[in-house]
C-alpha cells in the first residue's frame, strides 16, 4: 500500500462523507468535519444520515481507525496535509453556484494554516474559484508557500457512489504545479497503481490491479470546467431524448427501441438515453444553470443549456397530461404514486420529478397515498401528511382503491411487482409509467391499462383507446 496522507475533508453530505470513508478504504488517515453538532454526534455512533449502497459497512469497518468525524475544524486542518472542501453550492437567485459557505470554510483553513497544505475543491464550483480562494487565503494572511488549491471534482452517481469512487472512469485533478498534483498523486495512487484492488475485501467492480484508475493532471481552471460540462452533456442527452420520446408517441413509435439503435452507435453509446421525468438531483440542474451563467460571464452565448433546462421543465408537464388524459379529471380522484426520490437507490429529494409531479396533482385537487423504499423521512419535510396526502408502507398498500397507479421513480422493486396483486389491489387497472419499467403489450395482457413515455399507450378491451383530448 502506497504512503498514508493525513486528509481532512469539510462536509459529511453525499460528497464528502463517501470520500472521507473511502479515503478512509484505500488507507488514507481521515478527519471528516461538519458544523452540525447532531451529524457529527450520530457518525461518531456509527449512524449514516443518508441512504447510499456500503456505505454503512465502511463506516462500521474504519470508524475511530481510518475516519473520525468532529466540529473542530481549525484542529483538523492543522493536523492534515490536503483539506477537501466538499460543501454546498446550491443555486442562486441568477443561477449561479453559491459560494458562500466555501469562502467561509477558506476562511477558516487560512486561520488554521500551520504549514503547507493543499486545499482541494472536492465541491463542483464554477471556473476561477482556484483563485478566488488563493485570494482569499492570501488576504488572510497566508503565503503562498504554503498552500497549494487544487481542483479534484467528483464524478460520484448517489446510489453507486462508493464503487464510482473506489472503480472511477477517470481522476481528474487539476493542480497550476507539480508540488501539488504530487500531493494528489500519492493519495490516488492505492486506485492508480493498483494496490487496493489486491488487498482482501477490496470492493469489486470494473477496476483491477491489472487494470488500475487513470489519473489525468490538468490545470485547475480545465479541471473546474471539466465537472461542469461533463454533467452538462449528460443533462443534454437526457433532456434530447425526451424530447425525441414526444416525437415518438406523437406518431406511433417507440422511444425504446429508438435509443436502443442510437445506443449501438459507439459514438453516441446507451447511457443516460432513458426517456422518462426528466433530469432531477442536486447536481444536474444546478450545473447546468451554473455552467450557463460562466459562459455569460464570459461573453459566450451557450444557448443550448437554456434549451437543455426548458425541455426538463417541460417534461413533467407532458407528464402532468398524461395522468389527466387517462382519468379525465383529477379533483377527487385517489392516485397511488411509487417514488419520491430523484432516481432509485437513494433517498435524495433535491430537485426530485417526482415531488414536482406529485405537488401539481395536489394543487389539482387529487388525494394522492404515496411510497418510496428511502426517502419518505425527507419527503416528509417538504410535502407533509395532510387530508389529501399519506404515506402508504408498500407499493401494494398505496395502490389500495386507487384510481390509477403513477411510477414516477425508477426503482428496481417497483419494476419487479406482482401485477396480479397490483391489479387487484387497484380500484381501476389504469398505470401512468414516468420511467417506462415495463412493457405495453405485457401489462395490456395483464388486464392493465398503461400508459408511458414515449410509446403507444396500451388499452383494456374494456375501455379502449380514447379521443385525443385537448387540455389547456
Known amino acids: 500500500m502506497s504512503k498514508q496522507v493525513s486528509i481532512c475533508v469539510i462536509g459529511s453530505g453525499y460528497v464528502g462523507l463517501v470520500a472521507a470513508v473511502c479515503f478512509a478504504e484505500i488507507g488514507h488517515k481521515v478527519i471528516c468535519v461538519d458544523n452540525n453538532e447532531a451529524k457529527v454526534k450520530q457518525l461518531r455512533e456509527g449512524g449514516v444520515p443518508i441512504y447510499e449502497h456500503h456505505l454503512p459497512d465502511l463506516l462500521a469497518k474504519h470508524l475511530n481507525r481510518g475516519v473520525e468525524f468532529t466540529t473542530d475544524l481549525g484542529a483538523a486542518v492543522a493536523e492534515c496535509e490536503a483539506i477537501f472542501i466538499a460543501v454546498g453550492t446550491p443555486q442562486g437567485s441568477t443561477g449561479s453556484a453559491d459560494l458562500s459557505y466555501v469562502e467561509a470554510v477558506v476562511s477558516e483553513i487560512a486561520r488554521a494554516v500551520n504549514g503547507y497544505k493543499v486545499i482541494v475543491e472536492k465541491s463542483t464550483v464554477p471556473v476561477y474559484t482556484n483563485e478566488w480562494i488563493s485570494r482569499v487565503m492570501h488576504r488572510h494572511g497566508v503565503t503562498p508557500e504554503n498552500f497549494d488549491v487544487v481542483s479534484n471534482p467528483e464524478f460520484l452517481r448517489e446510489g453507486t457512489a462508493i464503487i464510482d469512487f473506489l472503480h472511477p472512469d477517470r481522476i481528474v485533478v487539476g493542480a497550476n504545479n507539480p508540488r501539488a498534483a504530487e500531493v494528489l498523486q500519492r493519495i490516488y495512487a492505492p486506485l492508480t497503481d493498483g494496490s487496493y484492488f489486491s488487498q482482501p475485501g477490496a470492493l469489486p467492480g470494473m477496476l483491477s490491479a491489472e487494470n488500475p484508475a487513470k489519473l489525468l493532471v490538468t490545470s485547475a481552471q480545465s479541471a473546474e470546467i471539466i465537472k461542469h460540462a461533463s454533467n452538462a452533456f449528460l443533462a443534454l442527452k ?233 387540455l389547456s
Open 238 to 470: 437526457i433532456s434530447f431524448i425526451n424530447a425525441v420520446a414526444n416525437l415518438a408517441e406523437s406518431v406511433d413509435a417507440d422511444i425504446e427501441d429508438i435509443a436502443a439503435g442510437m445506443g449501438l452507435d459507439s459514438r453516441i453509446g446507451p447511457k443516460f438515453l432513458r426517456a422518462g421525468l426528466g433530469y432531477g438531483g442536486s447536481c444536474f440542474p444546478k450545473d447546468v444553470a451554473a455552467f450557463y451563467w460562466v459562459a455569460q460571464q464570459q461573453g459566450v452565448d451557450f444557448q443550448i443549456l437554456e434549451e437543455v433546462r426548458k425541455i426538463n421543465a417541460t417534461q413533467q408537464e407532458v407528464f402532468f397530461n398524461k395522468v389527466r388524459s387517462a382519468l379525465w379529471t383529477l379533483r377527487g380522484k385517489k392516485l397511488a404514486a411509487l417514488g419520491l426520490a430523484f432516481k432509485g437507490d437513494t433517498d435524495d429529494i433535491r430537485d426530485s420529478p417526482a415531488i414536482d409531479v406529485i405537488k401539481k396533482l395536489l394543487s389539482a385537487g387529487a388525494s394522492i397515498t404515496v411510497y418510496d423504499p428511502a426517502a419518505m423521512d425527507r419527503a416528509k419535510e417538504v410535502l407533509p401528511p395532510s387530508a389529501n396526502l399519506s404515506y402508504a408502507t408498500s407499493a401494494y398498500n398505496a395502490a389500495e382503491g386507487a384510481d390509477a397507479l403513477l411510477i414516477l421513480t425508477d426503482w428496481a422493486e417497483f419494476a419487479k411487482l406482482d401485477l396480479q396483486k397490483l391489479n387487484q389491489a387497484l380500484r381501476f387497472p389504469i398505470i401512468v409509467d414516468g420511467r417506462n419499467l415495463y412493457k405495453p403489450a405485457e401489462m395490456q395482457e395483464q388486464g392493465f391499462t398503461y400508459v408511458s413515455v414515449g410509446r403507444p399507450a396500451a388499452y383494456t378491451a374494456q375501455q379502449g383507446k380514447p379521443r385525443k383530448l385537448v
